[in-house]
């Protein structure tokens, strides 16, 4: 097999890897590589990678452009969606107390350190959504059965322990029998408990937070085509706490100054985008493949 080290040859990286050819009709899925970055991303983790940078400056920088898109008081990038929800569960936890900070994930003593959650949205997505939560130090409790949620199965899962509540958007999740997200806020919030929305893979970057979540999550190299990354956005105080996370558990979570360039950049370059015309040709090609299909015998095609 030859090495990476080759370049200068006519074969291209895949074959100097030995990788195996993909066709992707999967979508943005992390085990296939997540996305195809943008060009404005690349050439701006290109740029980033030759500069010395004081790394709270560059994510004041990255608040400025997420706070403008998402709608959130502040933002911050971090390494991915999961270790997103860890911060920001982790802050809640904790607040700015940076001496708590430094205890989690083994010593929550006199914190509040549960978290409820929908029973049909612990869903694995690669990894347990519930493990990012216990990462943190925090203790799953789970609300409601597999197939239905009631709103007293979340008020009565709240006590005095609550650190938050999540919420998943995502396919994973069972899509019928759950609580709205406004249902659930409203609940969470007669309660005084924080929501965090994990919005991994949604295209929508404003709604959620418009609907009622305190900070919600996103993935950066999903359908915004960035470099592997994490968007997290919301009120202030909380997302200030998720972000002093960087001195504790999210050490090993930290993103480097590339990715939070690149991911800078594709969301300015998402701001710029055709939409319309993105999901025109999205649904011309789920329309070809639904006409010839539907002329087989013995298949149903529909969208």
Same mark, same amino acid.
């Given at each position: 097999?030859?090495?990476?080290?080759d370049?200068?040859?006519?074969?291209?990286?895949?074959?100097?890897?030995?990788l195996?050819?993909i066709i992707?009709?999967?979508?943005?899925?992390?085990?296939l590589?997540?996305?195809?970055?943008?060009?404005?991303?690349?050439s701006? !983790?290109?740029? !980033? *990678?030759?500069?010395?940078?004081?790394?709270?400056?560059? $994510?004041?920088s990255?608040s400025?452009?997420v706070?403008?898109?998402?709608?959130?008081? %502040?933002?911050?990038?971090? =390494?991915?969606?999961?270790?997103?929800?860890?911060? *920001?569960?982790?802050g809640?936890? %904790?607040? %700015?107390?940076?001496?708590?900070?430094e205890? @989690?994930?083994?010593?929550?003593?006199g914190?509040?350190?549960?978290v409820?959650?929908?029973?049909?949205?612990?869903?694995?997505?690669g *990894?347990?959504?519930?493990?990012?939560?216990?990462v943190?130090?925090? &203790?799953?409790?789970?609300?409601? %059965?597999? +197939?239905?949620? $009631?709103?007293?199965?979340?008020?009565? *899962?709240?006590?005095?322990?609550?650190?938050?509540?999540?919420y998943?958007?995502?396919?994973?999740?069972?899509?019928?029998g !759950?609580?709205?997200?406004?249902?659930f806020?409203?609940?969470?919030?007669?309660k005084?408990?924080?929501?965090?929305?994990?919005?991994?893979?949604?295209?929508?970057?404003?709604?959620?937070?418009?609907r009622?979540?305190?900070?919600?999550?996103?993935?950066?190299h999903?359908?915004? +085509?960035?470099?592997?990354s994490?968007i997290?956005t919301?009120?202030?105080? @909380?997302?200030?706490?998720?972000? @002093? $996370?960087?001195?504790?558990v /999210?050490?090993?979570? &930290?993103?480097?100054?590339?990715?939070?360039?690149?991911?800078?950049?594709?969301?300015? =370059?998402w #701001?710029?985008?055709?939409h /319309?015309?993105?999901?025109?040709? #999205? #649904?011309a090609?789920?329309?070809?493949?639904?006409?010839? @299909?539907?002329?087989?015998?013995?298949?149903?095609?529909?969208?």
């Open positions: 097999m030859k090495t990476y080290s370049a200068g040859s006519n074969t291209t990286i895949r074959e100097r890897l030995g195996r050819p992707n009709v999967s979508g943005t899925m992390t085990a590589g997540a996305s195809i970055i943008v060009p404005e991303a690349i701006a !983790m290109a740029e !980033m *990678a030759s500069q010395w940078v004081e790394m709270d400056d560059l $994510q004041r990255a400025a452009i706070a403008r898109l998402t709608g959130g008081e %502040t933002g911050f990038i971090t =390494a991915c969606c999961a270790s997103g929800i860890t911060m *920001a569960v982790a809640a936890m %904790t607040g %700015t107390n940076l001496l708590a900070i205890r @989690l994930p083994d010593d929550t003593e914190l509040k350190s549960e409820v959650i929908q029973l049909g949205h612990i869903v694995n997505y *990894a347990p959504i519930d493990q990012s939560i216990r943190a130090g925090a &203790k799953v409790i789970p609300a409601g %059965t597999v +197939s239905v949620t $009631q709103d007293y199965h979340v008020r009565e *899962a709240i006590n005095e322990r609550t650190a938050a509540a999540l998943v958007v995502a396919h994973h999740t069972v899509q019928y !759950m609580l709205s997200l406004e249902e806020c409203e609940i969470c919030h007669a005084g408990v924080p929501v965090i929305v994990d919005a991994a893979s949604e295209y929508d970057l404003r709604s959620f937070l418009a009622g979540a305190d900070i919600v999550v996103y993935s950066g999903k359908f915004l +085509s960035g470099p592997t994490g997290v919301g009120r202030k105080d @909380l997302v200030r706490a998720a972000y @002093l $996370q960087n001195r504790g /999210a050490r090993a979570m &930290k993103v480097g100054k590339e990715s939070i360039a690149g991911t800078m950049a594709a969301l300015e =370059a #701001e710029k985008r055709d /319309a015309g993105i999901r025109r040709r #999205e #649904e090609a789920l329309n070809l493949w639904k006409d010839a @299909l539907q002329g087989i015998s013995g298949i149903n095609a529909q969208i």
